[in-house]
């Protein structure tokens, strides 16, 4: 049977060039080294050493098991440490839930923090997920994120979480500049608004409808969609009106592709966005790395451009 002390007297060996320095190395008798050498050639059939000369030299199948062995020896050092990691209190897995509507924002924020994180070798495997409307009540339900990124207010935090505001979330109404509303001087009148169809979020469930838009307007058609980036293309298409997260509409508003849609209500909603933590059990230290990193990030989520803001206070002014 091949022990990885016998690999590690074989790649001792080979570093050290001699049986007489693997053995001063090693604290042990040169015939203790001679003795693992010999019980690993029979454990594996192979010759090892071709001790025809002055020195012993490795055979060419020497090389080859040296080149596996080493390769073994690597992943039994590197279990010894996550064995510490985790006896010290490491986390195994870290799950990082986050809210749909921050999508496209969220990952070019948070990206750049998960790679702050590769060159600290946490032993931990981080599991980031992404959901809407009550599939986020389901996620925090089912498996207790450590971390949850999400604006408030759109479902209820557990009493073992804590939470940091790291930005504002503001959506906006748009509509595509071909609509017919376009060319409605603002502010459009919201009767006017009901008779065209309302692009909406709605969740998978019909008794848990719940609407991501700043509030429902009564629309005479509303027509559901799954998430954000597919509404997105609804709007493009000009199929009807809704409301945006700013961050996925800045670069249509600006290239007149979509318009504000100012109504003689609020075409602007501006929500607080959360690091949500859990408190109990504790964070891990990957969890409390991130969480410093999110805590040190001076403005996750960057204010409305000022170009954007005016486009949609020409009209109240």
């Given at each position: ?38 019980s690993l050639e029979q454990g594996l059939g192979l010759q090892l050493l071709d001790r025809s000369g002055y020195r012993a030299r490795l055979t060419p199948a020497g090389e080859a098991i ?9 992943e039994a050092r590197a279990l010894e440490y996550l064995a510490q990691e985790l006896r010290e209190g490491a986390e195994p897995q870290l799950n990082l839930l986050v809210n749909g509507i ?216």
């Amino acid at each position: 049977m091949v022990t990885l002390d016998q690999l590690q007297v074989l790649s001792t060996l080979r570093k050290a060039g001699s049986f007489d320095a693997a053995a001063r190395q090693l604290y042990r008798a040169q015939s203790a080294v001679s003795y693992a050498i010999k019980s690993l050639e029979q454990g594996l059939g192979l010759q090892l050493l071709d001790r025809s000369g002055y020195r012993a030299r490795l055979t060419p199948a020497g090389e080859a098991i040296l080149k596996k062995a080493e390769a073994v020896l690597d992943e039994a050092r590197a279990l010894e440490y996550l064995a510490q990691e985790l006896r010290e209190g490491a986390e195994p897995q870290l799950n990082l839930l986050v809210n749909g509507i921050l999508v496209g924002r969220a990952g070019r924020d948070l990206v750049p923090m998960l790679a702050d994180l590769v060159p600290k070798r946490f032993p931990t495997q981080v599991n980031l997920r992404v959901e809407l409307l009550e599939g986020m009540v389901e996620a925090v339900q089912d498996i207790r994120p450590e971390l949850i990124l999400s604006p408030l207010g759109l479902f209820t935090i557990p009493p073992e979480y804590e939470h940091d505001v790291v930005g504002n979330l503001t959506m906006l109404s748009v509509v595509a500049a071909s609509h017919p509303l376009a060319r409605i001087p603002p502010p459009v009148p919201l009767t006017e608004v009901r008779k065209h169809i309302h692009l909406v979020i709605r969740s998978r469930s019909e008794e848990a409808r719940m609407p991501v838009d700043p509030g429902e307007i009564g629309a005479e058609t509303i027509w559901n969609f799954p998430d954000f980036l597919t509404r997105l293309e609804g709007l493009r298409a000009g199929l009807g009106f809704a409301w945006m997260p700013s961050h996925l509409v800045e670069n249509d508003l600006r290239r007149g592709r979509l318009v504000p849609l100012l109504m003689d209500r609020d075409s602007m909603n501006v929500r607080e966005v959360a690091l949500i933590y859990r408190q109990r059990p504790p964070l891990g230290p990957t969890g409390r790395f991130l969480l410093d990193e999110f805590r040190s990030h001076k403005q996750f989520l960057p204010p409305l451009p000022d170009d954007i803001r005016r486009m949609y206070t020409r009209v109240a002014s």
